[in-house]
């Protein structure tokens, strides 16, 4: 009798120790499928991966094996217990080590991106190189945002024409995803557009007698003379000078912009006959629409110019990058004869 209770012990026991093991592998094997970091430390592009729109779930298994994970055999099977070929979608994701299966295809399925860091300065000189950023950054291409930028919807829609639309871009820093459509991304420029055209600078903007996109025009203009913030204002005021006198602005840049080459160093008298509304050397009044997106301080400078005589300026015989005024034509001349001067006893 006691021998049979004992072999009633040992066979219970072994099946414990059975059911015991096959639930350690089953738990051995869950976590190694599911739960283990399965992101190699070397993954390309810092373990960013670029889903597209048009790929296929074969194309989603390639770009994720092609060096993103570290065991290709455990992503694909708990890819397929998790059926992510029906869930995927598509994105710029970025995969960091430490992270298991189970977090990849989670993060793959509900369309978790990491955004995009999308900056532009003041010193984008056309839409078409603002496309090509555009198209650099973004998964839609330079062609898709040219066309929405200066499609007559998007110009009726925004209340821009071909020549003003730059002015609805504010340069900064935004976070977009990297899926953003391009009347999207239209959609949130505007909005930032409105954002930042306060009551405070709509106001100054009317009472010194310009459009925002006028404004924006002229800042443009600013920013092309000098990179020097301090002196912007100064800048502004005397172009606003020249406005208010009916005197033609004849702006450099406006002239470079208008023969169509920036990498013209210096304009000859050739480049003043240019014909082109942009030519401020031969038609008053400001061109129609900014040359450069202006950065928020040329914008500001503009809205906030000095108050001074000055008609005139040129590059500052100290050669700092800074300028030289003037009230009239002869000392105008006499500041761009002592530049000169400087500039040949280098």
């Known amino acids: 009798m006691a021998r049979r209770k004992n072999g009633k012990s040992r066979g219970a026991l072994l099946f414990a120790l059975v059911l015991c093991g096959i639930g350690l592998l089953a738990c051995l094997n869950y976590y190694g499928t599911f739960l283990y970091g399965n992101i190699r430390s070397d993954a390309p592009d810092n373990g960013v991966v670029k889903i597209y729109r048009d790929f296929s779930y074969e194309d989603l298994c390639q770009a994720m094996t092609n060096g993103v994970v570290d065991n290709n055999t455990t992503f694909l099977r708990a890819a397929k217990k998790m059926k992510l070929d029906d869930k995927f979608k598509p994105g710029r994701y970025r995969f960091r080590k430490g992270m298991g299966n189970k977090q990849i295809v989670r993060i793959l399925s509900h369309g978790w991106q990491t955004p995009v860091n999308l900056s532009f300065n003041g010193y984008m000189r056309s839409m078409e ?42 340069p900064n820093t ?24 306060t009551e405070e600078r709509t106001a100054k903007a009317k009472e010194i007698g310009l459009t925002k996109a006028e404004v924006s025009t002229l800042a443009s203009i600013v920013i092309e003379e000098t990179k020097y913030e301090p002196e912007m204002a100064k800048v502004a005021g005397v172009y606003m000078n020249r406005l208010h006198k009916g005197m033609l602005l004849q702006a450099d840049p406006t002239v470079k912009f208008a023969v169509g080459d920036e990498s013209l160093k210096r ?11 942009y030519n401020t050397y031969k038609y008053k009044g400001l061109p129609p629409g900014p040359i450069t997106m202006p950065t928020v301080a040329a914008i500001d400078a503009v809205l906030n110019y000095e108050h001074h005589d000055y008609l005139y300026f040129c590059a500052n015989p100290t050669l700092d990058g800074r300028h030289a005024f003037a009230t009239s034509l002869a000392g105008h001349l006499e500041n761009a004869r002592k530049y000169h001067q400087a500039v040949s006893g280098r």
């Open 129 to 170: 190189k603002f496309a090509g950023l555009l198209g650099n950054k973004l998964e839609a291409d330079s062609l898709q945002f040219l066309q929405a930028i200066t499609s007559p919807e998007t110009l009726n829609k925004y209340g821009f024409n071909r020549q003003t639309i730059p002015a609805m871009f504010i």
């Open 267 to 277: 304009i000859l008298n050739r480049h003043l006959n240019v014909e082109s509304p």
């Open 174 to 197: 935004y976070e977009v995803y990297w899926t953003v459509t391009p009347e999207e991304f239209l959609e949130r420029m505007h909005k930032e557009y409105e954002k930042f055209w």
